[in-house]
Nanobody, 120 residues
């Protein structure tokens, strides 16, 4: 299971740190990604990190503002979000899978989502 947390309400320009805690599996065996879904829109790729953390891929919309990391010893992944903008408002989901891919259909395990709301 994956448990996402850390969402909330923040003003534009602010920061949030999301966490994704894994249980029941060996977290280090899986690549991890964050996706987001805004109301009325499709789920959107945000960022991914490989098992070891050696590979990261960011969506252009968040590059330079968001940073993904992971602590395999703690079975937890993180998403540091800085310079948040209203267009970042969405439900954020963490996912884990065996492929390094932007395609959400390739991920096997999903967290329940955490709401991020950025006010202008």
């Amino acid at each position: 299971q994956l448990q996402a947390s850390g969402g909330g309400l923040v003003q534009a320009g602010g920061s949030l740190r999301l966490s994704c805690a894994a249980s029941g599996r060996t977290f280090s065996e899986y690549h991890m990604a964050w996706f987001r879904q805004a109301p009325g829109k499709e789920r959107e790729f945000v960022v991914l990190i490989s098992r070891s953390g050696g590979i990261t891929v960011y969506a252009d919309s968040v590059k330079g503002r968001f940073t993904i990391s992971r602590d395999n010893a703690k079975n937890t992944g993180y998403l540091q979000m800085n310079s948040l903008q209203p267009e970042d408002t969405a439900v954020y989901y963490c996912a884990a899978g065996s492929r390094v891919t932007r395609d959400p259909d390739q991920y096997d395990y999903w967290g329940q989502g955490t709401q991020v709301t950025v006010s202008s």
